[in-house]
């Protein structure tokens, strides 16, 4: 978490400047993996860090690393989870836990990428004493007055304390991006518009809001269904705007907690000072309604411990609460961040301790307690907020979606991504029905591993020379959403370090650095630039108002039990499909009526996927009578359009019912959609 700082120093004397060939700026991940590798380059590197701790997100609580295709993770960012795995090959990091009890564990893995928050830290601290990388903490950059640029280059930089320092490359690794806005660098807040760089997924996103979503009708009024008593708290009554429309919101933060179930290393949810149990209303009349999900994020760490995210409609992301955040002053965003404290502590102790909470949830979660290991010096709590997204630079090449997808080329790749572009919720609203939604959810792949540009980490060539900047890389939103990934953070730094060093040993600028000069030293360090892919469009999308015969979305079908909204797997019928969450006996029936008499092919749509039931029962009935009994595999690609399958030709007549159910299933089962298509 941010610490207090010398914000009130309006005129601090400016010491003589230090001089190093590598400045950089920010204590995160991809500072460290930078500075290593300009040591290992024979240079000198200094890292100035507002924080105290080092290692950002990666030693902040985000230990269920966000990895994507691990065989595009090479270099030093592949040596760190490296060096993880060796602490826990040591029997004295398992104090909680034995290492066979732990499923994330396996001693011949090469690397280990789910671990404590601490070890993370103590594996940063070792990196630095190992390679003698002098650092100096709780420093703040003087954003008003602290760059000097000359000649198009950056000349030194100033902190609130009065601290000068020179050098000839610079790197900005901060989170904001407060260095490459105060040098006059280019950049962006907020969602582009789908139409600036040719994408499907940026802007606003409403349709496809699916995944952290409210999973059954939620009234958005303090009274049930009566707007005249006033919006619950944590409910904008703003309308989210035009799906694929731009706007500078942005998506939502939290922190990720290390929770524990080990009782001697356990502490109780705090009461936080200032809190509202209103303010978790919302909450408690999701959880009536029996929503289940509060803990489907508790993803297990070592030691009996947690890294916990976001889950479910309401949860620990703090909707709504950061939009002014990347330009923020240092008191502001501190304001935020506390606020954003308070809400998750609030969350914790709402669950733990209030009657509307049902037993069964609330009970589970008092088997929880912060970590007293973790955080020392700052009550268990995480040092560092998930700062999914602030500035972006905008570079001489934009990192955006049809780059991603592998439909255009992207040049002079330093290292790669493959997560999916996943975008957090961005707002909570009202709908036309006054029940609350969620707003700007995305998780989609890529469809494979794809390259970063060198060109995405430097400034445009008229703005600076000598500037690199692999943390708030020049993209889009819904790129960004992909590339944030720590170990890619992590490679991106140690590539721009190597640029820099070759741009010091040439005296030019970092965008005149030879690519196959770079390109080579990358691959002799371990780096992984390129993976075989093929070229791969989205899956279709099919419209239910163009397509032939009588379609009955998932929209409009009845349904018997919770069953969850999602768009993970693409390919299917409007804006996405509902499953049975794996779970409880369930049923969902697309009914048709004033069907006219004929004979009529009755197709089902799912998309598929490895955990998908084989068994599917399905019925059909015409007119109160049934005409077909039998299952379908959903494990199966569907052979027509991608996205249906025929279950036969039947006479119909009255009003068609096609139901599906998870009885006896041996997976999850997917609906998304019923056509009845007349057979001629």
């Given at each position: 978490m941010?610490t207090l700082?010398a914000a009130?120093l309006?005129?601090a004397?400016k010491?003589?400047p230090?001089?190093?060939?590598?400045v950089?700026?920010?204590?995160t991940?991809?500072?460290?993996?930078?500075?290593?590798?300009?040591?290992?380059m024979?240079k000198?590197?200094?890292?100035v860090s507002?924080?105290?701790h080092?290692?950002g997100l990666?030693?902040?609580?985000l230990g269920?690393?966000?990895?994507?295709?691990?065989?595009?993770?090479?270099g030093?960012s592949?040596d760190?989870?490296q060096?993880v795995k060796?602490?826990?090959?040591?029997?004295?990091a398992?104090?909680?836990q034995?290492p066979e009890?732990?499923?994330?564990?396996?001693?011949?893995d090469?690397a280990?990428?789910?671990?404590?928050?601490h070890?993370?830290?103590?594996?940063?601290?070792?990196l630095v004493e190992e390679?003698?990388?002098?650092?100096?903490?709780?420093?703040?950059?003087?954003?008003?007055?602290?760059?000097?640029?000359?000649d198009?280059?950056?000349?030194?930089?100033?902190t609130?304390?009065g601290?000068?320092?020179?050098?000839k490359?610079?790197?900005d690794?901060t989170y904001?991006?407060?260095?490459?806005?105060?040098?006059?660098i280019?950049?962006h807040?907020g969602?582009?518009?789908?139409n600036?760089?040719?994408?499907?997924?940026?802007?606003?996103?409403?349709?496809?809001?699916h995944?952290?979503?409210?999973?059954?009708?939620?009234s958005?009024?303090?009274?049930e269904?009566?707007p005249?008593?006033?919006i619950?708290?944590?409910?904008?009554?703003?309308t989210?705007?035009?799906?694929?429309?731009?706007d500078?919101?942005?998506?939502?933060?939290?922190?990720?907690?290390c929770l524990t179930t080990?009782?001697e290393?356990?502490?109780?949810?705090?009461?936080p000072?200032?809190?509202?149990?209103?303010q978790?209303?919302?909450?408690?009349?999701?959880?009536?309604?029996?929503?289940k999900?509060?803990?489907?994020k508790?993803?297990p760490a070592p030691?009996a411990?947690?890294d916990?995210?976001?889950?479910?409609?309401?949860?620990?992301d703090?909707?709504g609460?950061?939009?002014?955040?990347?330009?923020?002053?240092y008191e502001r965003?501190?304001?935020i961040?506390k606020?954003?404290e308070?809400?998750q502590?609030g969350?914790?102790y709402?669950?733990?301790?209030?009657?509307?909470?049902?037993?069964d949830i609330?009970?589970?979660m008092?088997?929880w307690g912060?970590?007293?290991?973790?955080?020392v010096?700052n009550?268990n709590?995480?040092?560092?907020?998930?700062?999914?997204?602030?500035?972006?630079m905008?570079?001489?090449?934009?990192?955006?979606e049809?780059?991603?997808?592998?439909?255009?080329?992207?040049?002079?790749?330093?290292?790669l991504?493959?997560?999916?572009m996943d975008?957090h919720n961005?707002?909570?609203?009202?709908?036309?029905?006054g029940y609350?939604?969620n707003?700007?959810?995305i998780?989609?792949?890529?469809?494979?591993?794809?390259?970063?540009s060198?060109?995405s980490?430097?400034?445009k060539?008229?703005?600076?020379?000598?500037?690199?900047?692999?943390?708030?890389v020049?993209?889009?939103?819904i790129a960004?959403g992909?590339i944030?990934?720590?170990?890619?953070?992590m490679?991106?730094?140690q590539?721009?370090a190597?640029?820099?060093?070759?741009a010091i040993?040439q005296n030019?600028?970092?965008?005149?650095?030879?690519?196959s000069?770079?390109?080579?030293?990358?691959?002799?360090?371990g780096?992984?630039l390129?993976?075989?892919?093929?070229?791969?469009?989205?899956?279709?999308?099919?419209?239910?108002?163009?397509?032939?015969?009588?379609?009955i979305d998932?929209?409009?079908?009845k349904?018997k039990?919770?069953?969850?909204i999602s768009s993970v797997?693409?390919g299917?019928?409007g804006?996405?499909?509902v499953?049975?969450?794996?779970?409880g006996?369930?049923?969902?029936?697309?009914?048709?009526?004033?069907?006219?008499?004929?004979?009529?092919?009755v197709?089902?749509?799912?998309?598929?996927?490895?955990n998908?039931?084989?068994?599917?029962p399905?019925?059909?009935?015409?007119?109160?009578k049934?005409?077909f009994?039998?299952?379908i595999?959903q494990?199966?690609d569907?052979?027509i359009d991608?996205?249906?399958?025929?279950?036969?030709?039947?006479?119909?007549?009255?009003?068609a019912?096609?139901?599906?159910?998870?009885e006896?299933?041996?997976g999850?089962?997917?609906?998304?959609?019923v056509?009845?298509?007349?057979?001629?």
């Open positions: 941010i700082f009130s309006e005129a004397p010491s003589a230090e001089q190093y060939d590598l950089i700026y920010g204590g991940s991809a500072a460290i993996t930078a500075a290593v590798q300009a040591k290992k024979g000198s590197v200094i890292i507002p924080d105290k080092l290692g990666s030693s902040g609580g269920w690393t966000d990895s994507g295709n691990k065989g595009a993770i090479g030093l592949l760190f989870y060096r060796t602490h826990y090959d040591q029997p004295s398992w104090r909680q034995k009890q732990y499923s994330r564990y396996r001693k011949d090469d280990m990428w789910v671990f404590e928050p070890v993370a830290e103590k594996v940063f601290e070792e390679f003698e990388i002098p650092v100096v903490r709780d420093e703040w950059l003087d954003r008003a007055n602290g760059v000097k640029k000359a198009g280059k950056i000349v030194s930089i100033s609130l304390s601290k000068t320092y020179s050098g490359i610079f790197m690794t904001e991006g407060d260095l490459l806005a105060a040098a006059g280019s950049y807040v969602r582009e518009s789908n600036v760089y040719g994408e499907t997924l940026n802007g606003v996103q409403t349709a496809r809001a995944s952290h979503q409210f999973d059954f009708p939620v958005a009024y303090v009274i269904n009566d005249r008593s006033g619950l708290p944590r409910v904008t009554t703003e989210p705007g035009e799906d694929g429309t731009g500078d919101k942005i998506q939502a933060y939290c922190f990720r907690m080990a009782k290393n356990s502490v109780a949810f705090p009461k000072e200032g809190y509202d149990p209103k978790y209303a919302l909450l408690a009349r999701y959880l009536q309604g029996d929503w999900g509060v803990f489907n508790f993803d030691n411990k947690t916990t995210n976001n889950h479910g409609g309401f949860s620990t703090n909707i609460m950061n939009y002014d955040y990347p330009e923020a002053s965003r501190q304001e961040i606020e954003h308070l809400y502590k969350w914790l709402f669950i733990a301790n209030d009657p509307s909470v049902p037993k609330q009970d589970r008092n088997r912060l970590a007293k290991d973790e955080f010096d009550g709590w995480p040092h560092q907020i998930y700062v999914r997204e602030a500035r972006r905008i570079g001489p090449v934009v990192m955006c049809p780059m991603l997808r592998a439909l255009t080329p992207t040049p002079k790749s330093i290292g991504g493959s997560y999916n975008s961005v707002q909570r609203y009202v709908n036309e029905k609350v939604r707003e700007g959810d998780q989609v792949s890529p469809g494979g591993a794809y390259p970063i060198y060109d980490v430097t400034p060539k008229d703005e600076c020379t000598n500037l690199l900047v692999p943390v708030c020049s993209s889009s939103h960004y992909s944030r990934m720590e170990p890619v953070f490679i991106l730094g590539s721009a190597t640029a820099a060093s070759i040993d030019i600028p970092v965008q005149d650095v030879e690519y000069e770079l390109e080579a030293r990358l691959l002799a360090d780096q992984v390129q993976m075989e892919r093929k070229p791969k469009a989205p899956k279709m999308v099919l419209d239910p108002k163009k397509m032939e015969g009588i379609v998932d929209t409009e079908a349904k039990g919770n069953w969850p797997v693409s299917y019928v804006t996405g499909y499953h049975d969450a794996n779970e006996k369930k049923s969902i029936a697309f009914h048709a009526k004033d069907v006219k008499a004929g004979k009529y092919d197709r089902i749509a799912y998309s598929s996927n490895g998908r039931a084989t068994n599917v399905v019925t059909v009935t015409s007119d109160g049934e005409v009994r039998g299952t595999n494990k199966k569907p052979s991608k996205v249906f399958v025929s279950v036969g030709q039947f006479e119909l007549d009255g009003e019912v096609v139901t599906l159910s998870n006896g299933v041996n999850y089962v997917v609906a998304d959609a056509a009845l298509v007349p057979v001629k």
